[in-house]
């Protein structure tokens, strides 16, 4: 009988960042969730919904060989560029395969960044506590001397060293994950995650919805050219949210720098979203993580805390494009 790969492991956000007895924390990238298995020369890479993704990473394929048969991980597959994850460069990757696969893979290799060990050998691991596969794994790594594109997830007990973890924002890294030291592998919500996010001012430039019940917020902020360039948008509205900003915006006049333009209805989607546009003077008060794409924008819509009517938008930091 074949062995197939579990449905993965869940996390569910909680608020508070602290590691608690019992639990081990490990960092949270910022990258593809996907599981790989061996078996008889057949390799099998999953994403999180069950796309099909061996043919995109012939690099994982190739080096799957220094796995032992009959193995099976979960991890994250995540590319590194100028000293931050560049989770952009694993865009397009599923429209690749063949040579085009293989001269991306050859420009911005992937790796596979273990966290999970589900089968070892023939043996299903699921079954086992966290600490139990946690020491297998790492054993996994050191008996077969697994090198890139394999790279081994840390994981800690410590407190301080999580406090530390929450530091490397800088280079992509979202969070931490936390995983109680005697659970088992299952398809539920029984890790926790806990994403960092940072607060920041931003012009509204247009809403989805109506000027007088706006449902989300477009924002913006001014490069050094004096050019608004688009940053994200917000989460939907409370209908609180939605009434006080709403006394706050005045209509686009004629010359909106914006005039023209598409939005698409999320990071990564083609499809487009009616919109709005509203005179670029109200600042709000928003939080985001850390996710950005190449350009900088925000990959994940903010959150909305607060209008700042007290601030113009000269008071806005600048618009800034990441090195490249």
């Not at 590691?19 to 078996?39: F, H, I, N, T």
């Not at 012939?58 to 994850?85: M, N």
């Not at 670029?280 to 903010?302: C, I, K, N, T, Y």
Request: proline share 8%; net charge positive.
């Amino acid at each position: 009988m074949t062995w197939t790969l579990p449905e993965p492991m869940l996390a569910a956000p909680v608020p508070d960042p602290a590691l608690l007895p019992g639990w081990a924390a490990e960092p949270k990238w910022d990258g593809w969730r996907a599981l790989v298995s061996v078996e008889a020369g057949r390799v099998v890479l999953r994403s999180r919904r069950g796309a099909n993704l061996v043919a995109s990473f012939p690099e994982i394929k190739s080096g799957s060989r220094q796995l032992p048969d009959a193995t099976a991980l979960d991890g994250e597959l995540i590319v590194w560029e100028s000293g931050r994850l560049a989770f952009e460069r694993l865009q397009g990757r599923l429209q690749q395969r063949g040579a085009g696969a293989a001269h991306l893979a050859a420009e911005w290799p992937a790796h596979f960044v273990a966290f999970d060990l589900l089968r070892l050998a023939g043996t299903n691991t699921t079954a086992w506590p966290y600490r139990q596969r946690r020491a297998a794994l790492q054993d996994l790594f050191t008996k077969h001397k697994l090198t890139t594109p394999w790279a081994l997830c840390p994981s800690t007990t410590d407190p301080d060293t999580v406090r530390e973890w929450l530091t490397w924002a800088s280079v992509g890294m979202e969070g931490v994950v936390f995983k109680r030291l005697d659970d088992a592998y299952r398809p539920s919500r029984g890790w926790q995650k806990y994403k960092v996010r940072e607060t920041m001012e931003a012009i509204v430039g247009a809403v989805t919805g109506s000027l007088t019940a706006p449902r989300s917020l477009l924002l913006g902020r001014y490069d050094d050219d004096r050019r608004l360039q688009y940053t994200g948008r917000t989460t939907t509205l409370t209908r609180t949210a939605s009434a006080s900003v709403a006394g706050l915006l005045a209509p686009a006049q004629q010359g909106h720098p914006w005039t023209g333009w598409s939005f698409s209805a999320g990071w990564g989607s083609r499809e487009t979203v009616n919109v709005t546009l509203v005179e670029p003077e109200l600042v709000v008060e928003v939080g985001v993580d850390v996710a950005r794409d190449a350009s900088g924008r925000w990959r994940h819509p903010a959150r909305l805390h607060r209008a700042r009517p007290d601030l113009s938008p000269t008071d806005v930091p600048r618009w800034t494009s990441p090195p490249h």
